[in-house]
């Protein structure tokens, strides 16, 4: 009887024993498997940013600054650059004007493009006519009757110098220069010339100044391109 109640009396420590040794071996299994977790891999790294990679000077377009001969008198120093190999040129965005005010051709040195279209005009209460011929080859472009407030237009086929006069009124002369290329321009009154946005490659610059024709060439790789034609 006594025996029986000492059993009784351990059963619930048993019991509680148990009962702890349950909760701690499942402790022990959350633990292990917090710990066996893999780690979570770290962030990737942002790729580092590729830099802009500047144009080479080579293949961008430049500027050719240079010096002729300074134009005499009322003589007017024509200026080409034309490129040394073939090149095809936009066309050009605004038309050349030749009108006649007060019996004069202006401007009187008129600079166009060979095979694009120029206007000529007549703003004088008078007629006019515009007799054009090629001062090399003496071949006529042209010869029109103008009236007042009338215009004509037409395309050089050639390039070169154009002779430009008025049957009507012999006084009256004018000068026209065609050519391919849309670099052309007059010299400044000390001989200077400058040329914007050129393409790379190898130029030729050719003078025209008191009847003598003046050339060199010029290489343009970018930046500023000198050249003295003299």
Not at 106 to 132: A, I, K, Y
Request: with cysteine; hydrophobic share 40%; proline share 10%.
């Amino acid at each position: 009887m006594v025996a029986f109640s000492v059993a009784q009396a351990f059963r619930p420590a048993v019991a509680a024993l148990k009962r702890c040794a349950t909760f701690y071996f499942v402790c022990a299994l959350l633990l292990v498997a917090g710990c066996s977790r893999p780690a979570d891999p770290p962030p990737a790294s942002a790729a580092p940013a590729t830099p802009a990679v500047p144009a080479a000077a080579g293949n961008s377009p430049g500027r050719v600054e240079g010096k002729a001969p300074a134009p005499t008198g009322s003589a007017a120093v024509v200026v080409v650059l034309e490129p040394r190999t073939e090149r095809e040129f936009a066309p050009q965005t605004d038309k050349p004007v030749m009108d006649q005010i007060g019996q004069t051709f202006g401007p009187e040195v008129l600079l166009v493009r060979t095979g694009q279209p120029v206007e000529f005009r007549n703003s004088d209460d008078t007629l006019h006519n515009v007799h054009v011929d090629h001062e090399e080859t003496r071949e006529p472009a042209f010869n029109v009757a103008i009236p007042t407030g009338g215009t004509y237009t037409y395309s050089f086929k050639h390039d070169g110098f154009y002779r430009v006069g008025c049957d009507i009124h012999p006084s009256m002369a004018a000068t026209i220069f065609s050519a391919t290329t849309p670099f052309v321009t007059l010299a400044e009154p000390d001989g200077r010339f400058t040329f914007d946005d050129v393409p790379p490659g190898a130029w030729t610059v050719t003078v025209f100044s008191a009847g003598k024709r003046l050339q060199r060439e010029v290489d343009v790789r970018g930046g500023v391109a000198s050249v003295t034609v003299e």
